[in-house]
């Protein structure tokens, strides 16, 4: 069965129309990418695939239950959890107090190995504001996968990262989804590291799908590398 499932997503604000029946389907252990231009609708996915933001209409089914109007709370405690564009981290907490809070309230069975494999041993005593962005944005991801999440909806993990950087936390996202059989949907500008990362991707362009699939089909749609991808392909 699968895992988790949007159907039809569509969210108006308003006038506009920031997302239009768009599907996704997520399965464990799988980096599903989600591209495209600015404004094109990839945050408000998250919102509404996470509960922050109401859909219009269409429908959202964590296996197979019905979870459409499930508060972000709920969700998160059956599963479903994400991470935020902007850096989300307390900032005058100790990296080690506040994994350790979160990881109380969502009952983690291996933090010491979380943090060991996000490199955050060395930070561990630091307060948030004190250690390197980059870092930060690890603390980030470690939060979003505490509590062994079934899916994990990540929005832009590598902003505000130097290349290198953005390198090591895709890795770093890849390895964690496989090890912990998690289902991901990654948001994210960098569109080189979504084709190394991702196992499958769909673009989107003014709030519909423009494609979906592997991410060989995908360079390779000529539709998707004249709206989005152009010389990169
Ligand atoms: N709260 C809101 N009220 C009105 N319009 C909104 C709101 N949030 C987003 N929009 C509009 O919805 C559309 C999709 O925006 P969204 O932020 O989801 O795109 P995005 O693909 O995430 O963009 P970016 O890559 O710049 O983060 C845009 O036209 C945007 O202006």
Same mark, same amino acid.
């Given at each position: 069965?699968? +895992? ?14 920031? +997302? ?89 069975p291996d933090l010491d190995g979380l943090m060991a494999t996000l490199g955050l041993e060395p930070v561990l005593d630091q307060v948030c504001n004190e ?32 290349? *290198? ?9 890849? *390895?964690?989804c496989k090890d912990r059989g998690v289902a991901a949907l990654l948001v994210e500008h960098d569109v080189d590291g979504v084709f190394r990362t991702c196992?499958?991707?769909?673009? +989107? ?9 592997e991410p060989a089909e995908i360079r390779a749609n000529p539709d998707v590398v004249r709206a989005y991808l152009g010389s990169a392909a």
């Open positions: 069965m699968t +895992l988790f499932q949007g159907t039809g997503v569509t969210v108006r604000y308003g006038a506009v129309k920031a +997302l239009t029946d768009v599907d996704i389907t997520l399965e464990p252990g799988v980096v599903h990418g989600v591209i495209g231009p600015n404004g094109a609708g990839k945050s408000t996915f998250i919102d509404a695939l996470s509960g922050r933001t109401r859909m219009t209409s269409g429908t959202v089914l964590l296996e197979g239950e019905d979870i459409t109007n499930r508060p972000v709370g709920w969700r998160r405690h059956h599963g479903v959890s994400r991470s935020f564009q902007r850096t989300s981290v307390f900032n005058s907490m100790t990296v080690r107090t506040q994994l350790e809070m979160v990881a109380w309230r969502n009952d983690e250690i390197a962005y980059g870092t930060q944005r690890s603390v980030d991801l470690a939060m979003a996968l505490i509590g062994s999440p079934r899916v994990v909806l990540l929005d832009e993990p590598c902003a505000g990262l130097v290349a *290198d950087e953005s390198v090591r936390m895709l890795q770093h996202v890849r *390895d964690l196992d499958r991707i769909t673009v +989107l362009n003014l709030g519909t799908v423009l494609a979906s699939g």
